[in-house]
């Protein structure tokens, strides 16, 4: 079992940042893909950023290209999310989850196996 846990998230307006932290713990193991999620009240939850096991393969959603930024320390377990420029379209609870064991970063959710309980962003205008 592989355990989640988000933090990190809270009220800020636009054009502020937010980091979000993701802490794994459990039977962790760095060779997996890890990658955030977001669903905004009343729509679908959607592919916001992943990385690759070393680091240095990423992939990001449109909408956050350029002012999102994922990272991750091996070491510690942990993945990081920093959002900057941040918009009122950017408000959702944030998932943490851990992808397949694979060099390609696959965006859908259903690859992900485990997921992190949330937590909430919201960008007042």
């Known amino acids: 079992q592989v355990q989640l846990v988000e933090s990190g998230g809270g009220l800020v307006q636009a054009g502020g940042s937010l980091r979000l932290s993701c802490a794994a713990s459990?039977?962790?193991?760095?060779?997996?893909?890890m990658g955030w999620f977001r669903q905004a009240p009343g729509k679908e939850r959607e592919f916001v950023a992943a990385?690759?096991?070393?680091?240095?393969?990423?992939r990001y959603a449109d909408s956050v290209k350029g002012r999102f930024t994922i990272s991750r320390d091996n070491a510690k377990n942990t993945v990081a999310l920093q959002m900057n420029s941040l918009k009122p379209e950017d408000t959702a609870v944030y998932y943490c989850?851990?992808?397949?064991?694979?060099?390609?970063?696959?965006?859908?959710?259903?690859?992900?196996?485990?997921w992190g309980r949330g937590t909430r962003v919201t960008v007042s205008s």
């Open positions: 989850a851990r992808g397949p064991a694979t060099v390609i970063i696959t965006t859908r959710g259903r690859d992900y196996d485990y």
């Open positions: 459990g039977r962790t193991s760095s060779s997996y893909i």
């Open positions: 990385i690759g096991w070393s680091g240095g393969i990423t």
